[in-house]
């Protein structure tokens, strides 16, 4: 069990969900991030790049440095200051596809709103621990549910997505990672931040 809680908290990883976001929305609704079919590949592995490879890296230089007693980050304390790197990465990066990597008006705001929601997962770390698995789960939920209507293709995806978000979160508590309430506080807070963004952005 715990084994396959493990994994799925890998296979989940909220440095992974832009990289997921990108791959959905650009199978299922590809006229919503106006990015051409033959290009879907390489745009995301662009963005993996951005949002996971460079911030794991450092995570790992922050681990060799000292900085990081544990690439876990079990307590709150140990996480604010990896947050707060990988937060200003974001709005770096989010600013890039903005200014300068343009894809589309709307693939960039969608990473605005993706940096939003690591922005408010350390802006609560700050004074809570918080599950920033189930942030990202709920957060992607958040910016699923409302292309549902312009989209019905999107429809079993985000179920899917809902599925997804319930074997995280199950798997954060089996590995005792989370209590409850942290599960909770991330679920939503993630909805919030990423149904509120779509709201405003579009």
């Known amino acids: 069990m715990r084994v396959g809680a493990k994994f799925i908290s890998i296979l989940f990883h909220p440095l992974l969900l832009a990289t997921y976001l990108v791959l959905v929305l650009g199978h299922f609704f590809p006229a919503m991030l106006m990015i051409a079919p ?10 993996f790049g951005f949002t996971f ?14 900085s990081l007693q544990s690439l876990k980050m ?10 707060v790197f990988i937060s200003s990465l974001y709005v770096l990066v989010a600013f890039l596809f903005f200014y300068k990597l343009p894809f589309s008006i709307n693939f960039s705001k969608i990473m605005v709103i993706v940096s939003l929601l690591v922005i408010a997962s350390t802006i609560i770390t700050f004074f809570l621990k918080v599950s920033v698995h189930s942030l990202a789960m709920w ?14 293709a999107l429809l079993w995806p985000t179920a899917v997505v809902i599925a997804a978000s319930g074997l ?3 798997s954060r508590l089996l590995l005792d990672a989370h209590t409850p309430r942290e599960t909770i506080l991330g679920s939503i807070t993630g909805l919030l931040v990423g149904y509120g963004g779509m709201m405003v952005l579009f």
Do not use: D
Not at 53 to 66: A, D, E, H, K
Not at 74 to 83: D, H
């Open 53 to 66: 490879v460079i911030p794991s890296l450092n995570l790992l230089m922050f681990r060799y440095w000292g």
């Open 38 to 47: 033959n290009h879907l590949w390489l745009i995301a592995s662009i963005v």
């Open 139 to 152: 957060g992607m939920v958040g910016i699923l549910l409302p292309l549902v209507k312009f989209s019905p």
């Open 74 to 83: 079990e307590s709150r304390q140990g996480r604010v200051l990896p947050f």
């Open 168 to 170: 995280v979160i199950s």
